[in-house]
């Protein structure tokens, strides 16, 4: 767990230098790097834009495909009134993992390659002089890691990932690095929750710092007029007729949390933050006590050249096509998503599923390995990996937990749950992050369509149901869409007979379509057919009340490992990898502009 994941912010007390650009690559594919003395220096390199995933760069497949360890190093500058503060590097993802050095000196490792972690170079830096950091990365798959897949070495002695699920393993250092400087006693964490009193709102704070000094939180309105004000490390903010957060209607406070001695300012942290409420009744879904609809997207950090890299202009992009399309929610589908994304969520009301890389923990997702039917949650990666599992969800709830767009956990996508071995294991993970959030934000995992009502062990786990399911596309396909339907309507009655009291998501639903491709009467990959596959489960959605919310599967094209079942990349776009609309967008456009929210 990081001690601190506070994104950076620059203030009368804290500095935030990018060190984003070119920096110097290498490849290290018989492992020479340590003893060479690359964690010094790299004796032949390429220069590699930061943030980025080296792969596409390329035009060699061997290096696009890269597998194992590879090294990026950079020169920066360290101004001598830097010394007496707390210096760290903040790495907002490296995939997936990292060794850090500063000058040669190894300052710390990480793995996981979707969240932050900031290396404490304090006593490792030269003041007033230049440095060099390294960053020693490795992009290989295992079981024992998330997201789970193998690692291969062909018989010509290079090695090659097999991952349990289709996005490409897009590798490198995916997201900004920051040089940060911090006060010695300093600001760690802090949390918040609401209460609702008619107009009025609570705001209930907790903040963690290094030192002992008492800390003081002011909220800021819209206007930044100072709207309530208290003393202490923890304490309630009474806020007189709240504005509050609703979805597609943000409203932002600005807290700002002050250590002070006498009259210095020892440390400040200022945030955005909305006031709003969210549980689950019965099979609603409610925002401040209303009931609410889902409509949006699962989708990808991916886009051409960079991959899985950060993009503020593609980020913009896809924010307007979202809003454009009706949509006012999306999944992190499979991993948590650069920061930034979510400070975008909160200010233009979306509301977002936040996910941990934990995608496929499936032995079906690994078929080529046969044993279809063994349980994932037996092999002897599980104790590993459940440690790795729970460290993540922990760092990914530390990091987001103050974003009012947040507000379900995902916990995996689409795992094993037919298996009895299955159950202990969501006993123990579901037991173990039911505290760290403290706003006890709804907590969920998606069914995939091996997991239904019937077959599924670990349906007691969740507090919403997130269903994926391809009928019409995977199964009852073409001319056979019309079984599709009459199977999923089965499904769904099957649910109702239940009792169901818990709402149902789609959190995946969709089909293939090349964009361009037309045909009358339609055929599967046509833009024609990816309409009709929607509309017959637009259909399913409408006619079941429990069902409170579609999230087609995917916003955009997204690239994929190469496969019989994938042409240059998964399809299932509403958009294409560009960004350019298909049939189907001018399909979600006006339907989801008619939903209401309470629908
Ligand atoms: C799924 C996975 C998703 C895939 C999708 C597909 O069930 O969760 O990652 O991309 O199916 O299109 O096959």
Do not use: C
Request: hydrophobic share 35%; net charge negative; proline share 5%.
């Amino acid at each position: 767990m990081e001690q601190s994941l506070l994104y950076p912010v620059v203030n009368a007390v804290r500095t935030d230098q990018k060190l984003d650009g070119l920096w110097r690559f290498s490849f290290d594919a018989v492992g020479v790097g340590p003893q060479e003395g690359w964690a010094k220096h790299l004796p032949k390199a390429v220069d590699m834009p930061v943030p980025a995933s080296f792969n596409d760069f390329f035009t060699d497949k061997d290096a696009r495909e890269y597998t194992g360890d590879f090294w990026y190093e950079k020169k920066f500058f360290v101004p001598a009134d830097y010394q007496g503060r707390f210096v760290g590097l903040r790495f907002d993802a490296v995939t997936h993992r990292a060794t850090i050095y500063v000058d040669g000196v190894k300052i710390r490792s990480h793995e996981g390659g979707f969240l932050p972690f900031v290396a404490d170079v304090t006593d490792a830096l030269h003041y007033g002089e230049e440095n060099t950091v390294v960053v020693q990365g490795n992009n290989e798959l295992s079981r024992e890691a998330l997201p789970a897949g193998d690692t291969i070495t062909l018989k010509n002695g290079k090695k090659m990932v097999r991952p349990f699920f289709d996005f490409y393993n897009y590798s490198g250092i995916n997201r900004s690095v920051h040089l940060i400087t911090l006060p010695v006693e300093r600001i760690t964490d802090y949390t918040t929750d609401f209460t609702l009193a008619g107009a009025d709102a609570d705001v209930h704070y907790t903040v963690t710092t290094t030192g002992d000094h008492d800390v003081v939180a002011v909220l800021r309105d819209a206007d930044g007029q100072v709207v309530a004000e208290n003393t202490g490390k923890q304490g309630t903010l009474h806020v007189t007729d709240a504005h509050l957060w609703n979805v597609r209607a943000a409203y932002l406070y600005t807290l700002t949390l002050r250590i002070t001695n006498d009259t210095t300012i020892v440390d400040e942290y200022s945030a955005e933050i909305g006031i709003r409420t969210i549980k689950i009744v019965g099979t609603e879904i409610q925002v401040n006590g209303q009931s609410v609809y889902l409509k949006g997207f699962g989708r990808h950090e991916d886009s051409p050249f960079a991959g899985r890299a950060f993009d503020l202009n593609v980020e913009k992009k896809d924010f307007s096509l979202m809003q454009w399309s009706g949509a006012n929610s999306f999944r992190t589908s499979h991993y948590p998503y650069d920061e930034q994304v979510y400070q975008m969520a909160d200010r233009e009301g979306f509301l977002v599923i936040d996910e941990v890389p934990a995608v496929g923990f499936k032995m079906a997702a690994a078929s080529f390995l046969g044993g279809l039917n063994q349980s994932f949650f037996k092999g002897p990666w599980i104790k590993p990996l459940h440690a790795k599992h729970l460290d993540q969800i922990t760092d990914m709830i530390k990091r987001d937990k103050n974003h009012p767009s947040v507000f379900a956990w995902s916990l995996l996508n689409e795992p094993d749950t037919v298996t009895e071995e299955s159950v202990p294991y969501f006993k123990q993970i579901f037991a173990e992050t039911k505290d760290l959030d403290p706003q006890s934000r709804p907590r969920t995992f998606s069914l995939s369509e091996d997991d239904t009502i019937e077959t599924s062990k670990d349906l007691d786990f969740p507090d919403i149901y997130l269903l994926n399911r391809y009928p019409g596309w995977y199964h009852y396909a073409g001319y056979q869409i019309s079984d599709g339907e009459a199977g999923l309507r089965e499904e769904m009655d099957k649910w109702a007979a239940s009792g169901i009291n818990k709402p149902i998501v789609f959190t995946e639903f969709g089909a293939d379509t090349e964009a361009g491709l037309h045909k009358l009467p339609s055929v599967m990959w046509s833009e024609e057919y990816q309409v009709e596959v929607l509309e017959m489960f637009s259909r399913i959605f409408d006619s079941y009340p429990f069902i409170k919310g579609e999230q087609v599967w995917n916003f955009a094209d997204f690239q994929t490992v190469e496969g019989n079942m994938r042409v240059n990349g998964n399809k299932k776009g509403i958009f294409t990898r560009d960004r350019q609309p298909k049939a189907a967008a001018f399909f979600y456009h006006k339907r989801w502009t008619n939903i209401p929210l309470d629908y």
